[in-house]
């Protein structure tokens, strides 16, 4: 990870600070944001220096290009603050590297390595107050980028905003979750965009999301467009089928993020031997071990979640529930990462950095 000292960084400081008025201990996540943002725009074919400013609203013209063809994505980071103040990330390069990918894919110009580093320490040592130490409490950063250019002709805008914004967060889910296998809606499609972090890919998640929720349900697994038949990401994560003491996961395709925590966890699994199928998933294999009693466990992976149990399922009508283990690798692997995120374990991977 670069971290560049010649980038200037204007900063501009909030006249005060809001977070004596937050309940930290009950925190709704993604409500709260902290007192600064970082912004950068890009103009006349290069991205210009970053700035740091109160956190507020911003202006845009209506015919911005992000309302029309929504050209914008975004990423979810974490950072965590250790028993000695020091404040971690986990895995900002992949971030990094991942946010361009999906600019990419949306057309979008790619964010200068030096900008997005110094930018981002530069952020989280001013909102350090922010980050409260203890287990389970964290930072979530999110940067975006979107098209601000005035105009409805659908072309990839000239003039673009990113921009970091942060949130203090406990967990994402709140109390069980349940999901509905989709038998109908797709997320993503080969050729298309389902592999990046492209707004619009949540977006058009609510509608059958809303659907299930009137069922009882509160996530979509989504299947393969074309049949159905697969297994392939839920709506906020990526998914884990546990069949006796085997994972399986799908492969990652041009339909499917490339989860930090998915990998990581993955690559903790062949640390503690555990073996992870990365597989297509067949709908009917996960129902078949349901009923046969040999499917223990389904876990979604993710920044914002990180390993969320699922405690049951429904296909075609039919409600599936999962058993309650007291060894569940969900409770395994989010304890084995958490530990390394928060400084309380061995990092063999090199996957912490911390913010100096
Ligand atoms: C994350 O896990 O950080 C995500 O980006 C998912 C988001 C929809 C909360």
Aim: proline share 5%; glycine share 8%.
């Amino acid at each position: 990870m670069k971290n560049d000292a010649t980038i200037d960084i204007d900063i501009k400081r909030a006249p005060s600070s809001k977070i004596d008025s937050i309940d930290f201990e009950n925190l709704k996540f993604g409500h709260t944001f902290t007192d600064h943002m970082m912004t950068c725009d890009y103009e006349d074919g290069a991205w210009q220096s970053p700035k740091i400013v109160p956190y507020g609203p911003i202006s845009l013209e209506p015919s911005a290009k992000v309302f029309h063809y929504g050209q914008a994505v975004f990423e979810g980071m974490k950072a965590f603050k250790d028993d000695s103040d020091k404040i971690w990330l986990f895995r900002p390069d992949e971030n990094f590297k991942r946010i361009n990918k999906s600019a990419n894919r949306l057309a979008i110009p790619e964010f200068p390595e030096e900008h997005f580093f110094n930018a981002l320490e530069a952020l989280l040592k001013l909102e350090k107050d922010w980050i409260k130490k203890g287990f389970g409490n964290s930072l979530y950063i999110r940067p975006f980028v979107i098209a601000t250019e005035p105009g409805v002709l659908a072309s990839p805008g000239t003039t673009y905003k990113f921009m970091i914004i942060c949130s203090p967060a406990k967990s994402y889910y709140n109390g069980e979750v349940r999901v509905k296998f989709s038998e109908k809606y797709s997320r993503a499609a080969d050729g298309g965009v389902g592999f990046a972090k492209a707004a619009g890919n949540y977006g058009a998640q609510f509608y059958p999301t809303n659907l299930a929720k009137e069922e009882g349900y509160q996530q979509i697994i989504w299947t393969d467009a074309n049949t159905h038949q697969f297994l392939e990401e839920a709506g906020t994560m990526n998914i884990f089928f546990r069949i006796g003491d085997t994972l399986i996961t799908s492969p990652t395709n041009d339909r499917i993020l490339d989860g930090i925590t998915r990998k990581s966890l993955m690559t903790l699994a062949k640390e503690f031997n555990i073996t992870v199928e990365e597989r297509r998933v067949p709908v009917q294999e996960i129902i078949n071990a349901s009923k046969a009693g040999t499917l223990k466990e389904i876990f979604g992976t993710g920044t914002a979640a990180v390993i969320n149990p699922i405690s049951g399922f429904g296909y075609q009508g039919e409600k599936h529930e999962l058993p309650k283990l007291s060894d569940s690798y969900a409770s395994f692997f989010k304890d084995k990462l958490m530990k390394i995120q928060y400084n309380l374990a061995e990092d063999k991977f090199g996957w912490r950095h911390l913010v100096s």
